[in-house]
């Protein structure tokens, strides 16, 4: 029941008329059959049975896999709570496993500080180099037919996400009908799915500490794999505090909280045609407005390496473009175009260019009165 009630929230609308289909037909089957019963009308029956049997029909000409929907949110709305039906199985399970393996770690002698023995460390080292060995392109043929993988789909990156427990995982993403989807290959390949009505932007996740020579270890064997997703692999730069040897990495997050790296930007941001606006000290202060945080956003998403200086020129000029009929005082107008130089997102001659653009699109308006 909880797969056809999943389905009918968040499947496509195929799924939804197939559905709909296999009840409608049963429900006319079952007051049909009744009917002849009580009027003694063998005819009637007859035509029962035959909607009984369309909707056998129906029903077997698709499957229902509770992965291929997400939960419903929880009783306060929010969406950082949604997870795959399959998702949820696979955590506990996990939960139940570590806290065994827990258990069995403080019985033994021998152990570090940490519970874990070194050599098991190494060999946990030594999976994760032969990770991807299972997959060459004759297995990878087989995926993309199996779960109907499309031609427009983007390799990405998937660093973290607790709720579908995925770690600094190469992923394919794509789109279709109303879900988008999701296949991760880890040690066995897994597909999740989230309706496309709940992802409509990016969200940042800035500086979260790294440290570079312990992940993504599996990417140190050269294979198919690597070979597809190393250029999508997070960047890594020095702590601001100059003591400090911890680096970090610039991550992006997809709902509900999926993080990808800095290098999938891109690939996801046009594949979902997704709104970004950073949540931080800049974009929430009431002084700035919205001309200036737009500049700002783009400025990181260049920064990171999501956008190319192309890219880049191409949305601060559209930004400032519409700035300059903005219906906003002309003492502003100016400020802004201070402040963008100030923080260095746009340059002197860019500011005095759309200035000057301004005063003629004010003198043209002028002219008309």
Known sequence: MNRIWNALRYGDSTTRKCIGSVIACSLIAVILIVV????????????????????????????????????????????????????????????????????????LPGRDRNGKDRADNEQGEEEDEQRFAYYNEQVMKKLRRKYHIRKDHRPIIVDYSKSYHIKQCPAFIWRANSKVFLLLLEKEPRRISISRDLIRHMDYVPEVPAEKEKEY???????????????????????????????????????????????????????????????DKITKNEKLNGYFKRVYAAHILYRDRVYSITEYKDSVEKTLGEFCYAEIPRREFLVTLENLVRGQLISQEYADFYADRREKIAAGRRDKT
Request: net charge negative.
């Open 36 to 107: 002849s019963g009580l009027k003694g009308m063998f005819l009637l029956f007859i035509v029962g049975l035959l909607f009984g049997v369309a909707a056998v029909i129906i029903s077997q000409s698709f499957t229902l896999v509770d992965e291929d929907f997400v939960a419903e949110v929880d009783q306060h709305g929010k969406k950082d709570t949604v997870q795959a039906m399959s998702a949820q199985k696979v955590i506990r399970e996990k939960e139940e496993k570590d806290e065994q393996v827990k258990e069995e770690q403080e019985e």
């Open 217 to 279: 270890r599996a990417f140190q064997k050269e294979n198919l794999v690597t070979k597809v997703f190393a250029e999508y692999l997070p960047d890594y730069f020095p702590s601001k505090d100059k003591n400090s040897r911890v680096r970090h990495k610039n991550l992006y997050m997809i709902y509900p909280d999926i993080r990808i790296s800095n290098r999938s930007a891109a690939q996801v941001l046009d594949l979902l045609c997704l709104n970004f606006m950073p949540q």
